[in-house]
């Protein structure tokens, strides 16, 4: 359904629950995180419940967008409050001002933003002559909304602004470093505009496209807006059928309703969906890291010998002395045994590795609870941190531009002894890519099932033949299809128990 399709089945799902007192209700709504394949150590549980390096025990996001938003409800008409799972927005206002929820339509947060941030996100093209207040918290209108645009749209939208002057209107060729772009975050609804959508939604029955509610909702929204976005396909993972008559149904129904801005000029707005944002601002001196004051080592038993650096982010996880951790990487609710030593920028979630192991730098290793039958198994995925899991093919002539750790897709598969067909992936369509590519063996034990992995990419790594055809090979796709939820919270309650027992013994013994 995409965010904006399953936006609009919460409001019903909030209809059937409460009748037309929904209406009355200020909502808070948090997408949990979809696919997550440029991030998949949080596909199988959602990006909302990613954990933080923060808190005794952790934080996970869910924890940080409620304290982040704690305020807002005070100042808030009954509406919906819309934000995704996997960004942070952090802002500094004057003591006397608050960010107001009152206005008709959509009311949107803005953050000043590098143009280059702008294409990856949403932009505003402000109507400078609307704005009121001054400083850090200014209110006023957008004229149109831009969603992931080029810099060439942006300057010809006029939505390039100078840094620091409030929303007014930059020049091509201007001072480098005074030019911004503000960019989205949360989005609010009035209780009004969310009614009308779920009118339409129920309307419309079955959905059969994915709908984005940043895109699709608000670029039909201002005096700017054109129908031409409803022809755009580029950013959208999987077509569906009807989607470009569904965008012009949502462009006919929200033509006309205000867009309305909040503009935080002291504000900063963090993004941790890819795997390089998540090392970036969870290991290196950032910006994020400092000003939440995440810690290197957060809820673990990190014994003195256990060899490490600073760079690095240990959470709700075991670490045995003697095992060595590399610079700039991440370990999650995993056990790690006194032989093994994790390269630099690695991330590991949700493993136990009880036996000498070299996991080699920039490797992604994330391990799954499955239960095909009525046994529960465990099946660990291992890419590079930098693989591309949405890049698909449509023919199996294609599958030598798919990468896996520096190969192509086809030499692993000879070193596998897997061959080459149809039934290697696991899409009912033509999208052949890492993602659904069967290639991960089905183990009795968690342990088991990270050494098969490693030794796969240990095979890959020095060209040396190690045989998969014996075994059960699930896709990743297939491993969220089969995943046991409560095996894998049964495995992180144990280190969480094991961590509490090891604090109170220390604080016996002190």
Known sequence: LGNGGSTLHALRCLEEQYGDQWTSFTVLLIHSG?????????????????????GQPVFQMLELKLAMYIDFPRHMEPGVLVTCSDDIELYSTAATESITFDRAGFTALAHPSELAVGTAHGVFVLDPSSFSGEGGLQYGSCHRFLHKPDLETMWQSGAVCVRGAGPQLGCPGSQGGSQCVYTDSVFYMHHGTARQLLLFYKQVGTLCCEIDAYGDFLQALGPGATPEYTRNTRNVCREGSGLVAVRQQLYSLL??????????????FYHIGTAQEYLLHLTAESKLRFELGLQPVAFSIFPSTARSSDRLSIIQSVLEPGCVVGPGSVIEYSRIGPGVSVGKGCIVSGSCINSSADIPSDCFLSSVSVKI????????????????????????????????????????????SIEASDQLFSSEDTHLGLWTARIFPVCSTLS??????LNMLNSVQHKSAFKLSGFQLLSVEEMLTYK???????FRKQIYDEICLQRQKEKSDY
């Open 34 to 54: 979809g696919y997550s394949q440029r991030l998949p150590s949080a596909s199988a549980l959602g990006k909302i419940f990613t954990a933080l390096p923060l």
């Open 255 to 268: 033509q006309g309703t205000a867009l309305n801005v909040i503009v935080l000029n002291n504000s900063q």
């Open 373 to 416: 039958t009525d046994q529960v198994e465990f099946v660990t995925m291992v890419f590079g941190v930098g693989d591309d899991l949405k890049k698909s093919v449509k023919s199996l002539s294609d599958i030598h531009s798919l990468q896996f750790f520096g190969a192509s897709l086809p030499e692993c598969l000879g070193l596998w």
């Open 448 to 453: 088991e099932s990270v050494r098969m992995s």
């Open 484 to 490: 046991d939820v409560e095996d894998m919270l049964r």
